[in-house]
């Protein structure tokens, strides 16, 4: 077993702190990954403090994840000692339902993904644990490659933030043209912006912050609407043909909905903890749809790292010491983060 070092959550009212455990031995198709950066996800709050239920402790979060292989398994083809690598929301999959033979893992229909942390390994009895730690073992197969030009602290985030930003906008096809809202500028929120705008949509920040109004015009943005002032909201009836809603608390799903033209969609990637009312008639009026997605499969994940690469698309990130993990989650409840926390592993 290989010792490492880690933060980890004990409880779901007790803060991070240093936590000792093991990583297997690397199986033939394993590499170890050495781990210098790992982005802070506001599912890493919602799971640590067991907002969502089913919480596994202790837990050591983390699925934004970026290091340096520093040792290969015997049947290891993609990667070799020294390569720079990434790993996302999950580790493994069944490998044989439709959904994973078509790239879509984290659909997995065979007992579902084994997700980086919180999660049981397909033996469904060891616990995963996730990227604030020193080091991982992960399937090559579940292992991306990072492009060479990128800052690898600013790539973090585009493991979790970037791909569950990037699917939806593949899948609805978004493209030159399309008015596209983004609810919420936060981790999600700001990649949205980014990578919506580099596909030409005409993208509005909706935020409750009005504080956020420069910054969203810099991350590419061509309009801000603070979500409270009611002419602006009356302004933008029916103008959306896709609203992107990263909220992670309640909000009210029906005033979005309004903002939508005939035939939107509201595309669902905020995960708040309680369900969220829904007015049929919001739906109804303009022949309106609800979409959800969730983060991408190792294929496209892989495709959006590469466009990133190529089209110079990063996060823009506080990079912290894992020592103030306690109070960046404090700041993230508060919105006080620009616009993702990233952990340097070098400070456990
Ligand atoms: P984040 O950085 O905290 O951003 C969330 C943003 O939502 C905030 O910056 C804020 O933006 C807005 N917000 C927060 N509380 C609000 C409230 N009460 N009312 C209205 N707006 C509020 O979080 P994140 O890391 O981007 O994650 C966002 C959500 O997506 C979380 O629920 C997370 O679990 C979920 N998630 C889902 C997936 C998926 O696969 N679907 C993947 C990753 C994360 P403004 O200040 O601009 O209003
Ligand atoms: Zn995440
Ligand atoms: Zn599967």
């Not at 994940?301 to 020592?323: A, F």
Request: include cysteine.
């Amino acid at each position: 077993m290989i010792a490492t070092k880690g933060f980890a959550a004990q409880s779901a009212t007790t803060a991070l702190e240093p936590f000792k455990f093991e990583r297997r031995e690397l199986g033939a198709k394993d590499v170890l990954i050495d781990i210098l950066y790992c982005g802070v996800c506001h599912s890493d709050v919602h799971q640590a403090r067991n907002e969502w239920g089913g919480s596994i402790f202790p837990m050591v979060p983390g699925h934004e994840i970026v290091g340096r292989i520093s040792k290969v398994g015997k049947d290891v083809t993609k990667f070799k000692v020294g390569d720079i690598a990434g790993v996302g929301c999950f580790v493994d999959s069944c490998r044989v339902c439709a959904s994973c033979r078509e790239g879509l893992e984290q659909y997995c229909e065979g007992g579902g993904m084994v997700g980086t942390y919180n999660s049981l390994e397909r033996d469904k009895k060891t616990p995963t644990y996730g990227g604030y730690s020193s080091q991982i073992v992960v399937d090559e197969s579940y292992t991306l490659h990072i492009p060479s030009n990128l800052a690898l602290e600013r790539v973090a985030p585009l493991l979790c933030a970037g791909i569950t930003t990037y699917s939806p906008l593949m899948h609805w096809k978004v493209s030159t043209g399309d008015r596209v809202g983004v609810l919420g500028l936060g981790g999600l929120g700001h990649m949205a912006v980014k990578l919506a705008a580099s596909l030409g949509a005409d993208v509005t920040v909706l935020s409750t912050s009005k504080k956020k109004e420069d910054d969203a015009k810099k991350l590419g943005a061509h309009h801000f609407a603070l979500t409270s002032d009611t002419t602006v909201m009356s302004s933008l009836r029916n103008h959306f043909n896709f609203i992107i809603d990263t909220v992670s608390a309640a909000h009210d799903l029906n005033q979005y909905l309004g903002l939508l033209h005939r035939d939107g969609t509201l595309i669902v990637v905020g995960a708040p903890p309680k369900p969220i009312p829904l007015h049929n008639f919001s739906l109804i009026g303009g022949r309106k749809k609800i979409g959800g997605s969730l983060i991408g499969g190792i294929k496209e994940t892989q495709e959006m790292l590469d466009y990133c690469g190529k089209h110079n698309i990063m996060s823009d990130v506080e990079v912290i010491p894992i020592q103030k993990i306690n109070e960046a989650y404090e700041r993230m409840l508060k919105g006080d983060v620009k616009y993702r926390f990233v952990i340097d592993m070098a400070t456990l």
